[in-house]
């Protein structure tokens, strides 16, 4: 993982809705420490309702540029899922997919 900061600040983002959008906004341009932080955040709740699905779509995209973290991180969130759950982030996927196929970012 790189120096961004945005591990670090996850000690501050505990229950703080208003800085999820800057990892969120870095998530989206690739930035793999922001999509396993946004993963984390989305597993944990921090600042946002837990959301198991968002959860492993932002950490299945850290996955595919190589975080190992991330692919452990994973595996426990997917371990906790709901099959609707499950069949939520694999729909996040594909809508993601097709996105970047046509030019624009997840």
């Known amino acids: 993982m790189s120096d961004n900061s945005y591990l670090k600040d996850l000690i501050l983002l ?20 922001a999509q396993y932080a946004l993963g984390l955040i989305y597993a944990e709740g921090r600042g946002v309702t837990i959301d198991l699905a968002q959860a492993h779509f932002w950490l299945s995209l850290a996955v595919e540029q190589g975080d190992a ?5 994973r595996n426990i969130v997917g371990s906790q899922m709901s099959d609707d759950e499950y069949a939520a982030a694999k729909r996040l996927r594909a809508g993601a997919s097709l996105r970047i196929v046509g030019g624009t970012q997840p």
Not at 17 to 33: F, I, L, M
């Open 69 to 73: 973290d991330a692919d452990l991180l």
């Open 14 to 33: 505990r229950n703080d809705p208003s800085k999820v959008g800057a990892v969120r906004e870095a998530a989206e341009r690739g930035e793999v420490d």
